[in-house]
């Protein structure tokens, strides 16, 4: 069954960086992207960017741009998320979650999630 | 940038009745809307894709319907399991963009 399974909740001070890592399991990795959402403390989701399992080709929200770096390591079936520069703002949800979108310019919806790793940025 | 709208924020519904949520998008998504329900502390769950097909599992009392700009999410005889949050989100262009949801709430 296919799984995604992130790794466990950071604490950050301002100015850190944080790296989130997503193991894929129980489908072929290079066939589908990987989107990252968040979701901060009782607020709506929100989509990070989307990289390509096949390629590596990324696409990354405006706000973000310059901050967040997208990777993956296909021996190992894994998606990395590292977002630089964190502020107080930056406290969330992190999700990664499988989108059939495997290669730039198609098209996906979010079929399966990880289950969430909690980043808290604090003094 | 395509802007999503949910309607209403939160709806009060009995069990065993039906709900209705509405999505808008800014401009037009074609059929590339899904639909995700999301409960506290849980990831949030596909539900509907292509605005009207039903995810692997999802139970036939969930419906999608709509294209273009105007979307409609259909739960026909609420159960106890299916108060939560509703998302809809277009991938008919980057950037992928949410509405801010639909809470239903037992009336």
């Known amino acids: 069954q296919v799984q995604l399974v992130q790794s466990g909740a950071e604490v950050k001070k301002p100015g850190a960086s944080v790296k989130v890592s997503c193991k894929a399991s129980?489908?072929?990795?290079?066939?589908?992207?990987i989107s990252w959402v968040r979701q901060a403390p009782g607020q709506g989701l929100e989509w990070m960017g989307w990289?390509?399992?096949?390629?590596?080709?990324?696409n990354y929200a405006q706000k973000l741009q310059g901050r967040v770096t997208m990777t993956t390591d296909t021996s190992t079936s894994t998606a990395y998320m590292e977002l630089r520069s964190l502020r107080s703002d930056d406290t969330a949800v992190y999700y990664c979650?499988?989108?059939?979108?495997?290669?730039?310019?198609?098209?996906?919806?979010?079929?399966?999630w990880g289950q969430g790793t909690l980043v808290t940025v604090s003094s | 940038e395509i802007v999503m709208t949910q309607s209403p924020a939160t709806l009060s519904v009995s069990p065993g009745e039906r709900a209705t949520l509405s999505c808008r998008a800014s401009q037009s998504v074609s059929s590339n809307l899904a639909w995700y329900q999301q409960k506290p502390g849980q990831a949030p769950r596909l539900l509907i894709y292509?605005?009207?097909t039903r995810a692997t599992g999802i139970p036939a009392r969930f419906s999608g319907s709509g294209s273009g700009t105007e979307f409609t999410l259909t739960i026909s005889s609420l159960q106890s399991e299916d108060f939560a949050v509703y998302y809809c989100?277009?991938?008919?262009?980057?950037?992928?963009?949410f509405g801010q949801g639909t809470k239903l709430e037992i009336k």
């Open positions: 129980g489908y072929t990795f290079t066939n589908y992207g």
């Open positions: 990289i390509s399992g096949y390629d590596g080709n990324t």
């Open positions: 979650a499988r989108e059939s979108a495997a290669v730039a310019g198609t098209r996906g919806f979010f079929d399966y």
């Open positions: 989100q277009q991938y008919n262009n980057w950037p992928r963009s």
């Open positions: 292509g605005a009207s």
